[in-house]
Each structure stands twice: as structure tokens, then as C-alpha cells.
């Protein structure tokens, strides 16, 4: 419930990738906490909101838009960024061809939206279903943090809209192999 001496901010973060990488189900776990193996193929757009008590005075909406994957190929696309603050860029690491992808995202990105500063969208990139493993980032000796940086995002973060438990065996993983 919101008091009436809270400020409020809304920001609107697009999540974008190529088809069934996960972008729906990822929001469907960060906003309903659940996941099914069932999703139907996102047509247009969907949205989400996650309302955040970030502290006593301020109340954070994150409007997430989940663009479906063939809209890349589109004109759409450039309606549904304007105005965004964020996005999230998702492949699916078990699919080389959507970690190729990613990259044409970017520039579908940047090419059609910057923020009012003129800089570009900050955007963070995230590599699904790693509770599948990690083969194409392993296959290929992928440096991510070099990657972002070449790359211009933000970060990158192993997730999995599936299980939990994927993260400390990335980390290992990633220790051992890709460092
Ligand atoms: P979207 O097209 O990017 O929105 O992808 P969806 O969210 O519809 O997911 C496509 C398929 O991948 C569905 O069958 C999901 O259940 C499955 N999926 C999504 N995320 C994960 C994940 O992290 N791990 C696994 N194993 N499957 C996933
Ligand atoms: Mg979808």
C-alpha cells in the first residue's frame, strides 16, 4: 500500500532476445515467482509490472515490456523501445545462434532509441537456461566481461527462469575455464 508521502518512480525496461530464449518465462519468475514449461510464444508485446518498496520514502514500478523475438524483423520494434530506461538483451546458452543474435539486438536497440542525454540505453546482457549448462559460452571461449565491454553492455548475468541452483556452478565453471 502506498502512503501518501512516498514518491513514486516508473521505469520502463524492455526485454528483448531472439524466440524462446526465455524472455517471457524470466519475467514471469522475477514477477509471479513461478515457471511453467508451457509458455505460449509472445505475440506483439506483453507487460509485466514488478512494484518495488525500495525504502520508506520511494516506490520504484519497473514496467517490463516483453517484445516477442520475431518483432526484430519488424518496424515495431522502434514503438515499443521509445521512452525505455533499461533493457535486458537474452540469449539462450544452449542455442549458439541466439548468442550470434544478440549483437543485432544491440544495434536494432541503439540504432532506433538513445536516452534524453543522447547516451544509449544501458543494457545488460543475460545468459538463460543455465541450468542446461554452458556450452556455447565454453565451446566458444567466449570472454563475456570482454565481450560487454566491446560490445557496450553494461554486464552480463548467468539466469535460469527454470532452476536455482545454476549460479555457484557457473561460478566455478567459470573459474576454472574461462578466466
Ligand atoms: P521467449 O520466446 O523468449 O519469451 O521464451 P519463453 O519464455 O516462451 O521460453 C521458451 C521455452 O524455454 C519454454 O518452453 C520455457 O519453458 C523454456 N525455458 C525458459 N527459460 C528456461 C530456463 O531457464 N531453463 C530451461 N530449462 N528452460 C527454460
Ligand atoms: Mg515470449
Redesign the pocket.
Known amino acids: 500500500m502506498q502512503k501518501h508521502n512516498q514518491k513514486e518512480h516508473l521505469y520502463k525496461l524492455l526485454v528483448i ?10 519475467i ?1 519468475r522475477y514477477v509471479h515467482q513461478n ?8 505475440i506483439g508485446v506483453d507487460f509485466a509490472l514488478k512494484v518495488l518498496s525500495w525504502d520508506a520514502e520511494t516506490v520504484v514500478r519497473l514496467q517490463l515490456w ?1 517484445i ?2 520475431q518483432e526484430r524483423f519488424g518496424n515495431m520494434t522502434r514503438v515499443y523501445y521509445r521512452e525505455a530506461m533499461g533493457a535486458f538483451i ?1 540469449f ?1 546458452v544452449t542455442r549458439p545462434a541466439t548468442f550470434e543474435a544478440v549483437t543485432k539486438w544491440k544495434e536494432d536497440l541503439d540504432s532506433k532509441l538513445v536516452l534524453p542525454n543522447g547516451k544509449p540505453v544501458p543494457t545488460v546482457l543475460l545468459a ?5 549448462g554452458i556450452d556455447v559460452l565454453m565451446n566458444n571461449g567466449i570472454k563475456m566481461d570482454q565481450f560487454c565491454k566491446e560490445n557496450g553492455f553494461v554486464g552480463w548475468f548467468e ?5 536455482f541452483y545454476c549460479k555457484v556452478n557457473y561460478m566455478q565453471c567459470s573459474e576454472m575455464q574461462l578466466l
Do not use: E, W
Not at 532476445?17 to 524470466?26: E, F, H, P, R
Not at 515457471?35 to 509472445?42: M, N, Q, V
Not at 538463460?128 to 542446461?132: E, F, S, V, Y
Open positions: 532476445g531472439d524466440l524462446g530464449v526465455g524472455k517471457t518465462s524470466i514471469k515457471f511453467s514449461p508451457h509458455y505460449r510464444a509472445t516483453d516477442a523475438g537474452v539462450d538463460n537456461k543455465c541450468d542446461q539466469t535460469s527462469a527454470k532452476a
